[in-house]
């Protein structure tokens, strides 16, 4: 290194001196990270949970993302939120409240693009399918299969597998694996994630049910959650089209959850006083809405999954969607040199069943359908038939 690097290096702040006066002590600082399961030297001037945050962005899960159903699938039309655009709502809101909070806006951030990586195609409908394909072999959940993505699918390093994200990361994810029996209560930059979460899904939910004209407006202002946000609207303007009404309500849907959220969290934190990130964690804080909005938010959610999830539109596609990838399932089972190297590599350590539920899982629904079509409905081309079976 030249004398004039040692210089700009050595002038630099360190990610602890820098976070020091930012961060509340009950957050997550960077310099009392557990470290990486593989070693690594840390780097100049990015933090431990920025480099974390950039490996899940570079991931090429991440960038799947982007054709991968949220709810509403490709051929319902190009408003609705994608994987991908709820994932960056996500993390916006979630940055929002993590640093209200003067907690680790990068964890947050990091575990805002990382927490919907393992979703399989078609949403909720490809993972019940693989779910129920994999039954006799432990069965499949996203967030398990985010696990297996970031610590062995993903290649980005010749020296170990995975992406080498740090051990708070990962225990984040291990709690939302399995919510009911965490070692300990998850960190605040976690709790901050579910809870943008929620707050995320139900105001697009809304939005995109509305705009996509499955739920009229004025049935959804039955709900007390919806009904409230629209008169808060209408004290500050009165004369608002139908477009521009739901717009509103759907901003202040989201500005008042946040609101809420950060109400109810700094009365806990200021009664509890936690020292730093692991005393809070045994301090029973809970970060999210106030029991009033909660209840709201569980009558909207059921109305949601009624008449919004369980759509005829919605379930249509779903069976469609769910039909093919059983066919997929039991055709590349069938025939387990069609998979890519990689997975009938993955075979050998994890089984077959578990290699193929995976090769489907990090397909986008694009390619899912691209594939369906080449293997299975192209007889010319020496496809699957229906069954399964390989078509001569
Ligand atoms: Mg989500």
Redesign the pocket.
Known sequence: MSSDDTRVWSGMQTIAEREAPILAPYAMHSVDSKGREHDEQEHRYRGPYQRDRDRVLHSTAYRRLSYKTQVFTGEMGDYHRTRLT?TME?ASIARTIGRALRLNEDLVEALALL??IGHPPYGHAGEDTLDECLSDAGGFSHNEFAMSLVRHLEVRFHEFPGLNLTQEVLESQQYRIDKSSPAAAPLLETQVVDAA?SIT?DAHDTDDAVALRLVPLDELLQNQLISEADRRVRRSSSALDAEARRRAIVHEMINWQVSDALRESVKSLQAAAPADAQDARKCGISIGPGSELAEMKRELESFLFERVYRHHDVIRVRGVAQQQLREMYAGFVDRSDLLPQKFQDRAESVGLPRAVGEYLAGMTDRFCGQQFERYFTVPSTGGFSAGGQLLE
């Open positions: 709820h996500v927490h919907d979460d899904y």
